[in-house]
């Protein structure tokens, strides 16, 4: 899978979302994000890349999800 198609899947929020598929996390919950999380970081480091991070978009979402 290309880098480019990895991002397109992989580009979330953390609450509920009408945009489609590949876009929240809000109803799989924390823990499948992260692990969704871990295979975007992974893939980029194996790529070469170093200090790969995540931001929150909006923290008080993040907060109150399980």
Request: net charge negative.
């Amino acid at each position: 899978m290309a880098a480019k198609e990895i991002v397109k899947n992989f580009t979330h929020e953390t609450q509920s979302s009408s945009e489609g598929d590949y876009t929240t996390f809000y109803e799989e919950g924390l823990a499948y994000m992260y692990s969704e999380l871990e295979k975007v970081k992974i893939y980029y480091t194996s790529a070469g890349y170093t200090n790969v991070t995540f931001a929150v978009h909006h923290l008080a979402s993040l907060m109150s999800m399980k």
